[in-house]
T-cell receptor
Framework: GAVVSQHPSWVICKSGTSVKIECRSL??????MFWYRQFPKQSLMLMATSNEGSKATYEQGVEKDKFLINHASLTLSTLTVTSAHPEDSSFYIC????????????FGPGTRLTVT | TQLLEQSPQFLSIQEGENLTVYCNSSSVFSSLQWYRQEPGEGPVLLVTVVTGGEVKKLKRLTFQFGDARKDSSLHITAAQPGDTGLYLCAGIITGTASKLTFGTGTRLQVTL
């Protein structure tokens, strides 16, 4: 498997500000990481696939200018929520894909974002 | 449209009871995983199945992948309070590279 960390674990910010969430692969060189969003009592929804050294691939309906993803190294991907609004409040989780087809994913502990 | 439907959505049982959670789709999956998630934490991988008809056991948990690779089930024997959590199936649809589609989730509560 892979050990994945996220920072911060929770953050509260004011509407209109930007927030950066870090996802680190601690023991595995990850060329691909994934970012998910989870609303209370719901399942995970894939937001984007983060590719090391290239642009992220966003899912339909996810605004790439609002959710900026940077994957500058094999151990770090960042998600920046720009000009956050209360509707962006959610649980954001990253994962690392392992294996030739990344069919096994190991998840970070998540970051709870609250926008006031 | 949710590609992976889980049933039941919520299950509350007493310690010692058995239960089965189902994960169904009209799509064919090249692989399917089961995860368990506790509140405020990320999902933890329990098992991966890749072959139609495959059965895997993890202590009191038995996982089965359907022959046509469109469905899966998770059976828990003699449930314990420590089994409480959100169970998620997730799979990679054949022909879609690496994207994991998650099921709707089954919230299990096991009481003493």
């Amino acid at each position: 498997g892979a050990v994945v960390s996220q920072h911060p674990s929770w953050v509260i910010c004011k509407s209109g500000t930007s927030v950066k969430i870090e996802c680190r692969s601690l023991d595995f060189q990850a060329t691909t990481m994934f970012w998910y969003r989870q609303f209370p009592k719901q399942s995970l929804m894939l937001m984007a696939t983060s590719n090391e050294g290239s642009k992220a691939t966003y899912e339909q309906g996810v605004e790439k200018d609002k959710f900026l993803i940077n994957h500058a190294s094999l151990t770090l991907s960042t998600l920046t929520v720009t000009s956050a609004h209360p509707e962006d409040s959610s649980f954001y989780i990253c994962s690392v894909g392992v294996g030739s087809h990344y069919y096994e994913q190991y998840f970070g502990p998540g970051t709870r974002l609250t926008v006031t | 449209t949710q590609l992976l439907e889980q049933s039941p959505q919520f299950l509350s049982i007493q310690e010692g009871e058995n239960l089965t959670v189902y994960c169904n789709s009209s799509s064919v999956f090249s692989s399917l995983q089961w995860y368990r998630q506790e509140p405020g934490e990320g999902p933890v991988l329990l098992v991966t199945v890749v072959t139609g008809g495959e059965v895997k056991k993890l202590k009191r948990l038995t996982f089965q992948f359907g022959d046509a690779r469109k469905d899966s089930s998770l059976h828990i024997t003699a449930a314990q309070p420590g089994d409480t959590g959100l169970y998620l199936c997730a799979g990679i649809i054949t022909g879609t590279a690496s994207k994991l589609t998650f099921g709707t989730g089954t919230r299990l509560q096991v009481t003493l």
